[in-house]
């Protein structure tokens, strides 16, 4: 591959991300900050895909769409969540997990907890992962999960325990 080659894949992999990423919500400047662009590049890169859809030199497929949409999603917070329940693992956003109610986000915490008890490299959970393959991936995620279902549900109780009202004895 030479150069030129290089330069064109990289300025049409910047074209498709301009353009996806800001459809999902991102303000021209805000991508040109996170892909390092120019003042005015993540706008003409905008443009410039959105000619070659309406030309046809390039489709939009769902696939792509789908996976600018993660990585919008990652990139904002929105995390994808890896748990388990009593029949198997399962996925789902961050905000899919905070808008679920305390009932069923604590028995997904249960059965989470759970799986890691039982599981025998519990105590290298907190250690680094090894560069390239990681063999315990899946404790990791549900770890993850685990953690940020103790957070969402101690700010539910610090907001209710706000709302209570205080006795004047």
């Known amino acids: ?59 939009e497929d769902a696939i792509d769409s789908s996976v600018w949409s993660d990585i919008h999603d990652d990139a904002t ?27 069923a986000i604590m028995a997904i915490f249960e059965s989470s907890k759970k799986f890691l008890d039982y599981d025998i490299y519990k105590r290298y959970l907190g250690s680094k992962p090894p560069v390239g393959y990681d063999p315990m991936a899946l404790q990791r995620q549900v770890n993850r999960a685990t953690v940020l279902i103790e957070d969402i549900l101690k700010r539910r109780y610090e907001k209710e325990d706000k709302k209570a009202p205080t006795s004047n004895h």
Do not use: Q, W
């Open 77 to 103: 917070g929105n995390e994808k969540i890896t748990f388990v329940r009593d029949d198997g693992f399962y996925h789902c956003k961050r905000s899919d997990l905070e808008a679920m109610d305390s009932t």
């Open 1 to 59: 591959m030479t150069n030129e080659e290089s330069d064109l894949d990289y300025t049409l992999y910047l074209e498709e991300a301009c353009y996806h990423l800001h459809r999902k919500g991102l303000s021209f400047d805000e991508l040109s900050d996170r892909l390092e662009l120019k003042p005015g590049e993540a706008e003409r890169f905008y443009h410039s895909y959105e000619r070659k859809l309406k030309a046809g030199t390039v489709v």
